[in-house]
Antibody, heavy 123, light 107 residues
Framework: EVQLVESGGGLVQPGGSLKLSCAAS????????MHWVRQASGKGLEWVGR??????????AYTASVKGRFTISRDDSKNTAYLQMNSLKTEDTAVYYC??????????????WGQGTMVTVSS | EIVMTQSPATLSVSPGERATLSCRAS??????LAWYQQKPGQAPRLLIY???TRATGIPARFSGSGSGTEFTLTISSLQSEDFAVYYC?????????FGGGTKVEVK
């Protein structure tokens, strides 16, 4: 079964850090770009960032509001992607989903999503 | 950044009726448009990609159309399980962007 499972969410104070994990199974993880998408409570979906495959030198990209604070990485030997979040702000509070392109590592829709992990930034 | 605008924000429909959802892009995204369904407490589910191609396992009552800047998702005969929030998303131009969503509720 093709599956993505996020973990690592929790409560953190403003200015703090948190690292999320996304464990993949059932497909060739190393060939896939991996993305993070977040959703604040009662709000819409916001693309956060992505990491491409080794074929594209693990290139990363981020939305403007997290650039310089968030870092996406991956370990293909563990079939896992990561989202390191630093200097967290209250507005980063959201459910964080990992997802993948339908077609591997080329621009496409997102066909598989994890169940999400909640991140709460509050004092 | 391409802005995706969905309308209406809420659509009240009776079971068995047809629902038509709209999505407009602030500039052309060709046919690089996807539709997702999201139910409370669940992750989004891919319905349509390439503006009009149903994803695996999606019932034929869901159809997508359009290209360029104007797109439509049609649900031909609403079933109880179709009441949810629907999002469009463009994947033509970086950064990838989503619409604000249309909630389809029971009339």
């Amino acid at each position: 079964e093709v599956q993505l499972v996020e973990s690592g969410g929790g409560l953190v104070q403003p200015g703090g850090s948190l690292k999320l994990s996304c464990a993949a199974s059932g497909f060739t993880f190393s060939d896939s770009a991996m993305h993070w998408v977040r959703q604040a409570s009662g709000k819409g979906l916001e693309w956060v960032g992505r990491i491409r495959s080794n074929a594209y030198s693990y290139a990363t990209a981020y939305t403007a509001s997290v650039k310089g604070r968030f870092t996406i990485s991956r370990d293909d030997s563990k079939n896992t992607a990561y989202l390191q979040m630093n200097s967290l702000k209250t507005e980063d509070t959201a459910v964080y989903y990992c997802t993948r392109y339908r077609g591997g590592d080329s621009y496409d829709a997102f066909d598989i999503w994890g169940q999400g992990t909640m991140v709460t930034v509050s004092s | 950044e391409i802005v995706m605008t969905q309308s209406p924000a809420t659509l009240s429909v009776s079971p068995g009726e047809r629902a038509t959802l709209s999505c407009r892009a602030s500039q052309s995204v060709s046919s690089d448009l996807a539709w997702y369904q999201q139910k409370p407490g669940q992750a989004p589910r891919l319905l349509i990609y390439g503006a009009s191609t149903r994803a695996t396992g999606i019932p034929a009552r869901f159809s997508g159309s359009g290209s360029g800047t104007e797109f439509t998702l049609t649900i031909s005969s609403l079933q109880s399980e179709d009441f949810a929030v629907y999002y469009c998303q463009q994947y033509n131009i970086w950064p990838l962007t989503f619409g604000g969503g249309t909630k389809v509720e029971v009339k």
